[in-house]
Each structure stands twice: as C-alpha cells, then as structure tokens.
C-alpha cells in the first residue's frame, strides 16, 4: 500500500503561479509512475500531467501544456506540479496519483491504483 499526501495548494490570481506537491511518507516509491489529475465543482476528474519513474518522460494535456511542469525528487519521495500563468479555469482539486512501473513509457492516465486525498486551488480573477 502506498498512501499519498498532497500539499501546496492554495488561492492564487490569475496569472500567478502556484507549486502543489505530493508526497510518500515513509515509502519509497522510485520505481512508481506519477501523475497529477484535477477536479473542478461538478465535473469529471481529468488527466493533468504524468512522469516517469525516471524523470525521462513527461506528458501533459493540453489545458496545461507550456504552463505546468511535472518534476520529482526519488530521494525526497515528492513529486511536484508547476503551474505558471493560472486561469480561473484551473480551480480544482488537484491529486496525485501512483502506480508501480519502470518501463520507459508514461503509464495511461486509467492505470493508476494510488490516489492521495487531494488538494484545492483556487485562481481567482
């Protein structure tokens, strides 16, 4: 079992910039996927951005291309989410998610099997 724990949210203006991060106390977890998803007030929750376990690969949806960035530190056991430039449109509940895998590919967005508890962000006008 791997638990997860989000922090770093927060209310930010639109067009600031805000670093949410995601942690595994007391568990290593380098040879897991990561992947950030949100959730805003009514909606689905969606893909946002993925890293491999490596930090060789990123993937990002368009919503977040050139304004966020995904980064890990395996020896801190963090993971976190950049985002720059925020819209209103991006207030959400941000989660992170993991999955164990070491291949050189970006694990699919519905094949993550760990979920933290979320953390909210706010980007007001």
């Known amino acids: 079992q791997l638990q997860l724990v989000e922090s770093g949210g927060g209310l930010v203006q639109a067009g600031g910039s805000l670093r949410p991060s995601c942690s595994a106390p007391?568990?290593?977890?380098?040879?897991?996927?990561m992947a950030w998803f949100r959730q805003a007030p009514g909606k689905k929750r969606k893909f946002v951005a993925a890293?491999?376990?490596?930090?060789?690969?990123?993937y990002y949806a368009y919503s977040g291309k050139g304004r966020f960035t995904t980064s890990r530190e395996n020896a801190k056991n963090t993971v976190y989410l950049k985002m720059n430039s925020q819209k209103p449109e991006d207030t959400a509940v941000y989660y992170c998610?993991?999955?164990?895998?070491?291949?050189?590919?970006?694990?699919?967005?519905?094949?993550?099997?760990?979920w933290g508890q979320g953390t909210q962000v706010t980007a007001s006008t």
């Open positions: 890293i491999s376990w490596n930090c060789r690969k990123t």
């Open positions: 998610a993991a999955e164990p895998s070491t291949t050189y590919y970006i694990t699919p967005p519905g094949k993550y099997d760990y």
């Open positions: 007391g568990r290593t977890f380098s040879n897991f996927a």
